[in-house]
C-alpha cells in the first residue's frame, strides 16, 4: 500500500492565495521530501524535512511536520498561476535502502 | 554540473513485442538509481533500484527487469510487452553516500501498447 497519501486530491485556488496540501504516512521515517510535477514531465525536488524538524522553509514554501500524527503540510504562499503543477511526498519509511515511496499526489490548479 | 537523460520521450509498441529504456547520468559518480511507473492521474510506483553495478532490487512482481550495466547507465527492459505495461516511465538518481539526498528525475517516456 501506498506509503503516503496526500490529500486533496486536487486543488483550484486564485492567484495570490495560499495553498495548502498534507500527507499522510503508516510507518516511521528518516525524513520526508516534496516534489513537484508539471504535466508531461519529471519530478522536481522542492524541499526535504528530516523527522526531528518541525518546519521548515523556502522562499514560497513552508513545511511541517507533526511525526506523532505522521503528517507533513506544504504551504504555498501568495500562489502563481506557474505553481499550477501536481504535489507529492516522498517517504522513507525508516528502511535504510535509499528508497522512496512516493503519495498519490494533489493537483494543483491557480487560476489568474 | 549533473544531468540526467532518458530516451525516447514516447513509444508506441504493440503487445508481445520487446523493450528497451535506457537512462545515462552524468556528472556525478556511484548514483542510486531508480525507475519508476505512473499511470495516468496518479503516484509514482517503485519498479526497481539500484546501488551499484549489477545491483539491482525490484519492488514489484512483474513483466519488466532492469540492468546496470556501467556506473552510470540504467536499462528497463521487457522481452513480450502486456497491454498493463503501458504508462509513464521515470527513471532517477540520487546521491548514494547517505540517506536523506533529494532525487533528480528524467523528462520520462510515455510508453502506449497497443
Known amino acids: 500500500s501506498q506509503q503516503g497519501e496526500e490529500d486533496p486530491q486536487a486543488l483550484s485556488i486564485q492567484e495570490g492565495e495560499n495553498a495548502t496540501m498534507n500527507c499522510s504516512y503508516k510507518?516511521?521515517?528518516?525524513?520526508l521530501q516534496w516534489y513537484r510535477q508539471n504535466s508531461g514531465r519529471g519530478l522536481v525536488h522542492l524541499i526535504l524535512?528530516?523527522?526531528?524538524?518541525r518546519e521548515k522553509h523556502s522562499g514560497r514554501l513552508r513545511v511541517t511536520l507533526d511525526t506523532s500524527k505522521k503528517s507533513s503540510s506544504l504551504l504555498i504562499t501568495a500562489s502563481r498561476a506557474a505553481d499550477t503543477a501536481s504535489y507529492f511526498c516522498?517517504?522513507?519509511?525508516?528502511?535504510?535502502?535509499?528508497?522512496?515511496?512516493f503519495g498519490t499526489g494533489t493537483r494543483l490548479k491557480v487560476l489568474a | 554540473s549533473q544531468t540526467i537523460h532518458q530516451w525516447p520521450a514516447t513509444l508506441v509498441q504493440p503487445v508481445g513485442s520487446p523493450l528497451s529504456l535506457e537512462c545515462t547520468v552524468e556528472?556525478?559518480?556511484?548514483?542510486?538509481l531508480y525507475w519508476y511507473r505512473q499511470a495516468a492521474g496518479r503516484g509514482l510506483q517503485l519498479l526497481f533500484y539500484?546501488?551499484?553495478?549489477?545491483?539491482i532490487s525490484s519492488e514489484v512482481p512483474q513483466n519488466l527487469s532492469a540492468s546496470r550495466p556501467q556506473d552510470r547507465q540504467f536499462i528497463l527492459s521487457s522481452k513480450k510487452l502486456l497491454l498493463s505495461d503501458s504508462g509513464f516511465y521515470l527513471c532517477?538518481?540520487?546521491?548514494?553516500?547517505?540517506?536523506?539526498?533529494?532525487?533528480?528525475f528524467g523528462d520520462g517516456t510515455r510508453l502506449s501498447i497497443l
Open positions: 532517477a538518481w540520487s546521491g548514494g553516500f547517505s540517506d536523506g539526498q533529494p532525487q533528480h
Open positions: 510507518t516511521s521515517i528518516n525524513n
Open positions: 524535512i528530516r523527522s526531528n524538524e
Open positions: 516522498a517517504t522513507d519509511g525508516n528502511s535504510g535502502t535509499y528508497k522512496y515511496i
Open positions: 556528472g556525478t559518480s556511484n548514483p542510486n
Open positions: 539500484s546501488v551499484g553495478i549489477g545491483q
